[in-house]
């Protein structure tokens, strides 16, 4: 086989492993549609499908009405390779996360990452459980540890001001000009009034669908949702 021939082939092989890198991601996404995430988006870059942009609302507990933004990062040869990683932005007073880079120790539940068993709405449900069970082995943050155990005042005080830290942030300019990068802007009847009056009547919001919606509720930090019904 000449030269030539022996570069089309590679270069065949290659295209067919990018795109099927990008269907096993794409099929992750869908996976993600499936479950009742309580709070949290999340959502592919437009530009790079290993970066998935989230944020969680928090509705209970001691970190209650917390609105904190995530970045899920994706290893080059996903789901080959090492545990994705998932990062706050900014970080978050917590004993499971990073103090200085925001990272959430995923290593108890994920010590290796195992393509036949692990999925990324599994990292996303120990997102959401750590904000309620902060008893963490091995802790990230030390400090946060010792004082959850030993000085709940200090704890709580430094929960309270990272709770505030995030919702402060809400509003931000975006880092990225990324168009799939999570934003909100502050509630405009005369701009927002109609587009919740049919969100909240349109057929996705049926009591058998379990689809959230972004919006923000005035005067608060909670998302719009459907009132429930006797």
């Known amino acids: 086989m000449s030269q030539e021939s022996n570069n089309n082939v590679k270069e065949i092989r290659e ?6 890198q990008e269907y096993i991601i794409m099929a992750e996404y869908r996976m993600l549609q499936t479950e009742n995430w309580e709070g949290i988006y999340v959502i592919p870059s437009f530009e790079n499908s290993f970066i ?5 609302f928090v509705r209970t507990g001691l970190y209650e009405n917390g609105v904190f933004r995530f970045t899920l990062s994706l290893p080059q040869k996903f789901p080959d390779g090492e545990v994705p990683i998932l990062t706050f932005t900014p970080s978050v007073y ?3 996360v990073d ?15 195992d393509k036949k068993k692990n999925h990324l709405w599994q990292i996303l449900k120990y997102l959401q459980w750590i904000f309620n069970n902060l008893n963490i082995k091995v802790p990230s943050n030390i400090e946060a540890s010792v004082a959850h155990k030993t000085n709940k005042k200090v704890f709580l005080e430094k929960v309270k ?20 990068y999570i934003t909100f802007k502050l509630y405009d009847p005369e701009v927002h009034e109609e587009a919740k009056k049919i969100m ?6 049926s009591n058998d669908c379990n689809l959230g ?12 949702s459907k009132e429930e019904t006797s």
């Not at 998935?52 to 969680?56: D, T």
């Not at 103090?99 to 990452?113: A, D, K, M, R, Y």
């Open 161 to 180: 001001a990272s709770v505030l830290e995030s919702v402060l942030h809400l509003y931000d300019n975006p880092p990225t000009e990324d168009k799939h």
């Open 94 to 96: 917590h004993p499971a």
């Open 15 to 20: 295209l067919y492993s990018m795109f099927h």
């Open 200 to 205: 909240l009547q349109s057929q996705i919001m």
């Open 99 to 113: 103090p200085s880079t925001g990272i959430l120790n995923l290593n108890e539940v994920f010590p290796q990452w």
């Open 52 to 56: 998935w942009f989230g944020v969680i």
């Open 213 to 224: 919606i972004s919006c923000v509720q005035p005067g608060s930090y909670q998302p719009f």
